[in-house]
C-alpha cells in the first residue's frame, strides 16, 4: 500500500551505515520510489513526497521527524538504534521480516496529537513550537527558582515557585513527566498532564485534564522553554504561554504490538 518512501536516519550513529543499507537494500528489490533525507531543508519535499517515512535512530530522531512531518499526514515507522524505544519499536535485527510485513498491510496504526506552544509578550505574538512528548517551561541555569501562574480554560488553577512546569501528552508521559513523578497515560486518551519540577510545596500533585484544554502560563521572572527537549526561547518576565492541542501523527507500529509489553520491557517491570 506505501509506493513512496522516505528515509529519515540519525547520521551520526555508531551502526547508521550499516542499518541504512539494509533498509534501503531491502526497498530497492520492492521496485519502490525511494526519498532519503540528506538536510533539514528538503523535508518540505519529503513530506509532499511520500506515504511512508521510515526513521532509523531511536526516539529522539522520531520525535523530530513528527514536529516537521506531522502538518504533511504521512505515516512513521521507528526502526529503533537508541536506548529506551517507546516510539521507534522496529528492531534492527527484524528490519527485513518488519518491512515485508509492513509493506503488504499488515501492522497496526496509532493516532498520537501533538500540542503547540504560542509565546505572547505584552499581548504581542513572539512565536510558537509543537512537540509530540513535553512542553517544559524551566528555570535554565539560574541558581533560583521560577514562579508562574497556571489556567486551564481561562481557570485559574495555581501560582507556585518551582524549578519548571511540564505540560505532556500522553505520549510524554513516559519521558521527563514520569522521572518527575507524573502518572503513565494510555496513548489513545485525548487527556493533557500537568507535572511540577521540583516543587517548593509538599501538597503539589500531578493534574490530567481534558486534552481539547487550553493552558495558560505567565511566567515570573525568567525561563527558557523547551519543546521535546529542544530549547525554543527565552522568556522573560511576565511573558504568556499559551498551549494547546495541535496536529496528529500516524505512527505504524509491527503486528503484535503491544503498548502494556513495551511498558514492561523499557521500565523492567518482570
Not at 536516519?9 to 555508531?14: E, F, L, Y
Not at 502538518?71 to 538504534?81: E, F, M, R, S, W
Request: charged letters at 20%.
Amino acid at each position: 500500500m506505501f509506493k513512496n518512501i522516505g528515509i529519515i536516519a540519525k547520521r551520526d550513529h555508531i551502526h547508521i551505515n550499516e542499518y541504512l543499507s539494509k533498509v534501503l537494500t531491502f526497498l530497492n528489490e520492492q521496485n519502490l520510489n525511494i526519498f532519503n533525507l540528506n538536510s533539514k531543508t528538503e523535508i518540505e519535499s519529503l513530506g509532499s513526497s511520500c506515504d511512508l517515512v521510515i526513521v532509523i535512530g531511536g526516539d529522539g530522531t522520531l520525535l523530530q521527524a513528527a514536529r516537521l512531518l506531522a502538518q504533511y499526514k504521512v505515516y512513521l515507522l521507528g526502526i529503533n538504534l537508541g536506548r529506551l524505544g517507546f516510539l521507534a519499536d522496529i528492531s534492527p535485527t527484524e528490519i527485513e521480516k518488519s518491512l515485508d510485513e509492513i509493506l503488504n498491510g499488515k501492522f497496526i496504526e496509532e493516532k498520537r496529537f501533538l500540542i503547540r506552544a504560542k509565546v505572547y509578550r505584552e499581548n504581542n505574538y513572539l512565536c510558537e513550537c509543537n512537540a509530540l512528548n513535553d512542553i517544559v517551561i524551566h528555570r535554565g541555569n539560574m541558581p533560583h527558582l521560577i514562579t508562574f501562574e497556571t489556567s486551564v480554560n481561562k481557570h485559574f488553577v495555581n501560582k507556585q515557585s518551582a524549578d519548571g512546569l511540564i505540560v505532556s501528552t500522553p505520549t510524554g508521559s513516559t519521558a521527563y513527566a514520569l522521572s518527575s513523578g507524573g502518572p503513565l497515560i494510555h496513548p489513545a486518551l485525548n487527556a493533557l498532564l500537568l507535572v511540577t519540577i521540583c516543587p517548593h510545596t509538599l501538597s503539589n500533585r500531578p493534574l490530567v485534564f481534558d486534552g481539547n484544554s487550553e493552558v495558560e502560563i505567565i511566567i515570573d521572572p525568567l525561563a527558557q522553554l523547551n519543546c521535546d527537549g529542544i530549547l525554543y526561547h527565552e522568556l522573560e518576565q511576565g511573558d504568556k504561554i499559551i498551549i494547546e492541542k495541535h496536529q496528529d501523527v500516524s505512527l505504524i507500529h509491527p503486528q503484535g504490538y503491544d503498548h502494556y509489553a513495551t511498558l514492561r520491557a523499557k521500565l523492567n517491570w518482570g
